[in-house]
């Protein structure tokens, strides 16, 4: 046991114990340099598991994926037992392979399946140290592989210096010690000192292992420490302090033990080769390096490997490194490294010891930085760019590294500091300007920032509309999707008047580019679209041009706005299950969400909740805000029709709206609904949506007369769009507005006024009944079919003709039932228990709806008959997690084989 941490080792030892039980777990152990968090590892190191260490080097930090590598050095013989997919993203990765179009997450999702299979021969132990220096490329892969352990056996420390960013895992604080642990600590050391210099230590340590260890060799027995403790914040930091007591110890060796200990500390890579190699290079001998060895400044690790005492003598000899010295010791590595498999470890030392211009090394920097962008390396190829540019004769070519730069690292999420980037490189020209005009706008985008993003798009088709207008409107296209998602009608006007000034021949193959912008501004501003062909048809010419890209992929969920129909739904799911086999995970969330809202239309609930709870976590790794949010608000729609609880603080005003309604708070969900369908975003066509549900809960609030200038709109947004599921709703709400006539007849009804859309043209005169059944025949999307099938029983209740109301208040409660709508079924078993019908609940749809959402897709597609591996690939998932979700389906199923899983019906 530890000196004064035996809280957190039994917290360790918990964690390694469930392990050994098939149960993985994370722990991110925060504290400041010297505190103890390594300390921490080697107690953990020291239990019977499959152990697997990395540090994160400071110097390396440009270096893509340099810390993963040395993790998984040992586990590397198995790459052909994991999905091909993500081995060769690994290989391309740690240059073993060709560079592959795998990103971060493909990469992360690879080293789960690496760590999975490695812990099938017993559980495992990942032990990262240093983790606030790991490079960008290996800290992304080893969180995004830590959020999906579940079942495989391994345990994973990160010891780190705060701030470091690990959302969604555990951390434990570590304190300083308590005054009789550090006192126990500090005797230990056996040095002698003083009474009045060993209670200056204790105070001036403040619980710190480290200091509570090294001060008193600064000097002897404290000299040199200041003579009383200093208060905080007063003077030098320990951290400091600690550095200067190391830096003290480096001084008393000779001169040339201190050059090899110089070199020790810029390589970075721990090789012994090449640290000696370096030391050759400079005069210097192996015996310089044995005498800094014996000083105990640093020690052998792993046979061919150095490593510092801690991370804080490496950082105090190179403080204390003038920079001549400093010129010489990259120059000399730099040397050693060319020419072998560390030539980009070469080029950083070049680039270091380069204080001017130099396109010779500038243009190997660019070189590297294309390599680790090929190998996803994107933080450190903005990196190699940024230091490329800086090294640039040529003013040119510096705008043109700084675009790449700030590309790159738009690209890894790091949306701040692409847009300073962006800003930086200055006017370099039409091409470079539309591309910084992009990287800026998808900054804002990414950040969730509309209207920032469409100002940078608006002043892009600006700056191409007289030379590019090609380019120009496919700008406009992105400025026009982003006036349908924020539905700010200042930013509508503008790309409109954009639109008219753009110059499209009418037979150019951007044509339907430009239709499809002029569709979206209609939809936004609520005009007529005269003169444009069908919606459904712009879309698909338009998506035809975009390939399988981010805009290909709007505009596939441009369709699903326009119609519903297999069409759509086979194009959504093709374009996911591509995305899924390439390993482009960037786009993942965007596709899945798209496909979430397909299958939410058509009914399919769980299915939509699996998706749109993957499309979440998928953004939230991959650094899409914007992404998450939207996916968030469909699984908080989807409580919301099963009754599920939300919380009003963070919730979507349009779900909590839904869930009022639903539960019958008429009233409150009349506010909400007007908030957002009186609101910036007023014609939208969520906003729309919306209005059927504000009808409704007006009419049941007894303020009808509020709900008539939303319906005008919809009706004539609804006529704009021209489509089936539109119409069904126009003709809903038109039944309801005749309810509200006090003359109606029940059975007749009576004409209500305008005929806005052809809905309302085609059963012009007709009253309740008859719109009614228009809307039911007109619905194709289950649950607004169930619903108007619900409202029209109640009317015919009221009107006491009881056969006809249990007719179709049981088809309403049947599909309610199925989609786990459960207030909505409340409301129709009351409705037939108040027509004399008893409705029992439904006991064959329970075993489906206990089913988690994770579950569900894992029993669908072992009922195709795809292996726990296929399927793991398939959801970022370790085959052994899929293991345990099969294992606790199967009994809600009431099977217990997998094959009979082929047999069940998981449609609804």
Not at 10 to 37: F, M, N, Y
Request: charged letters at 25%; a negative charge; aromatic letters at 4%.
């Amino acid at each position: 046991m530890l000196r004064g941490r035996r809280r957190e080792s039994e917290t360790i030892d918990a964690l390694l114990r469930d392990a050994r039980a098939g149960t993985s777990g994370v722990l991110v152990i925060l504290g400041d340099p010297g505190i103890g968090k390594t300390a921490l590892l080697r107690h953990a190191a020291t239990a019977d598991l499959h152990v697997l260490r990395t540090t994160g080097i400071e110097a390396e930090a440009e270096l893509p994926f340099a810390s993963l590598e040395l993790l998984l050095r040992p586990a590397l013989s198995r790459l052909d037992r994991i999905p091909e997919r993500q081995a060769a993203a690994l290989r391309g990765a740690f240059g073993l392979g060709p560079a592959g179009p795998g990103d971060r997450f493909l990469i992360g999702l690879a080293v789960l399946s690496l760590l999975s299979e490695l812990a099938e021969d017993g559980p495992v132990l990942c032990l990262i140290d240093d983790a606030q220096w790991l490079d960008r490329a290996s800290a992304d892969a080893l969180l995004i592989a830590a959020r999906r352990l579940a079942a495989e056996g391994v345990a994973m420390l990160f010891a780190a210096r705060p701030p470091f960013e690990a959302p969604g895992l555990p951390v434990l604080g570590l304190p300083g010690l308590d005054q009789a642990a550090s006192a126990e600590l500090l005797d230990s050391a056996g040095l002698p000192l003083t009474a009045e210099s060993r209670q200056r230590i204790l105070a001036e340590a403040a619980g710190n292992a480290l200091a509570l260890l090294e001060l008193p060799k600064s000097r002897g027995t404290g000299d040199g420490l200041s003579p009383t403790a200093r208060p905080e914040g007063d003077g030098p930091s320990l951290t400091a302090r600690l550095e200067e007591a190391f830096a003290h110890q480096s001084d008393g060796l000779p001169a040339a033990a201190r050059l090899a200990l110089q070199v020790a500390a810029a390589d970075g890579t721990g090789e012994t080769a090449v640290v000696l190699a370096a030391v050759r290079a400079l005069d210097g001998t192996p015996e310089d390096l044995d005498e800094v060895c014996a000083a105990g400044l640093i020690r052998p690790a792993d046979g061919s490997r150095l490593e510092f005492r801690h991370p804080l003598v490496r950082a105090a000899v190179w403080q204390r490194t003038p920079l001549a010295r400093r010129l010489a010791v990259h120059h000399a590595l730099s040397q050693v490294l060319e020419g072998t498999a560390d030539a980009d470890r070469s080029v950083w030392h070049l680039a270091a010891a380069t204080l001017t211009a130099d396109e010779g090394v500038a243009a190997r920097l660019e070189s590297a930085a294309a390599r680790a962008h090929d190998r996803s390396g994107y933080a450190a190829a903005a990196a190699a760019y940024e230091r490329a540019a800086a090294l640039s004769p040529s003013a040119g070519d510096r705008a043109r590294r700084l675009t790449l730069a700030a590309e790159a690292t738009e690209f890894s999420g790091r949306f701040d500091r692409a847009r300073n980037l962006a800003e930086g490189a200055g006017d370099p020209g039409a091409e470079l300007t539309s591309r910084l005009i992009r990287v800026r706008a998808c900054s804002d985008y990414g950040e969730g920032r509309l209207q920032g993003a469409h100002a940078m798009l608006s002043a892009g088709v600006d700056h191409l509309t007289g030379t590019d207008p090609r380019s120009a409107a496919w700008l406009l296209l992105d400025a026009a999707s982003m006036v349908w998602f924020d539905g700010d009608r200042d930013m509508a006007f503008r790309t409109a008047e954009q639109l008219d000034a753009l110059d499209v021949p009418p037979d150019g193959d951007i044509l339907p580019v430009h239709r499809l912008c002029r569709w979206f501004v209609a939809l936004a501003l609520g005009r007529p679209a005269d003169g444009l062909p069908p919606l459904a048809s712009v879309v698909e010419s338009a998506r035809a041009l975009a390939g399988p890209d981010r805009r290909g992929l709007l505009l596939i969920g441009g369709l699903g706005l326009a119609e519903l129909d297999a069409r759509t739904h086979r194009l959504t799911l093709a374009a996911t299950a591509a995305i899924r086999a390439e390993g482009r995970i960037g786009l993942l969330p965007q596709a899945l969400t798209s496909l979430a809202r397909v299958e939410y239309a058509r009914g399919r609930y769980a299915e939509a909740h699996g998706l749109a709870g993957e499309a979440v976590t998928i953004a939230r790794d991959t650094g899409q805000p914007a992404w998450a949010r939207q996916a968030t608000a469909l699984l908080e729609e989807l409580a919301a029709v099963r009754g599920e609880p939300l919380d009003p603080a963070t919730a979507h005003p349009a779900a909590l709206a839904l869930l009022d309604l639903g539960q019958g708070r008429a009233e409150q969900a009349l506010l909400g609904l007007e908030s957002l369908v009186y609101g910036r975003a007023r014609n939208r066509t969520p906003a729309m949506h919306l209005v059927p549900d504000l009808v409704e809960a007006a009419l049941r609030s007894g303020r009808i007369a509020r709900a008539a200038e939303p319906f005008a709109r919809l009706e004539a947004w609804a006529a704009t769009l021209d489509q089936g599921w539109a119409d069904a709703l126009v003709l809903r709400c038109r039944a309801l507005l005749s309810t509200a006539d006090a003359g109606a007849d029940p059975r007749t009804g009576s004409s209500g006024p305008g005929t806005g859309s052809r809905a309302s043209s085609r059963a012009s005169g007709a009253g309740p009944e008859v719109w009614f059944r228009a809307a039911l025949d007109a619905h194709d999307r289950p649950f607004d079919r169930a619903r108007t099938g619900l409202l029209y029983g109640e009317w015919l209740r009221r009107a006491r003709r009881t056969g006809d109301a249990q007719h179709h208040l049981r088809a309403a409660l049947e599909v309610f039932e199925w989609l786990g709508a459960e207030p909505w079924a409340g409301r129709a078993r009351a409705e037939l228990g108040a027509a004399g019908w008893s409705a029992p609940r439904r006991a064959d749809v329970d075993r489906f709806v206990r089913l988690t959402p994770q579950e569900r897709q894992i029993v669908q597609l072992a009922a195709q008959g795809l292996s726990n591996r296929d399927i793991a690939a398939h959801l970022f998932l370790s085959p052994r997690t899929v293991g345990q979700h099969l294992y606790k389906a199967f009994p809600k199923l009431g099977v217990t084989a997998r094959g009979q899983l082929a047999e069940l019906s998981l449609d609804g």
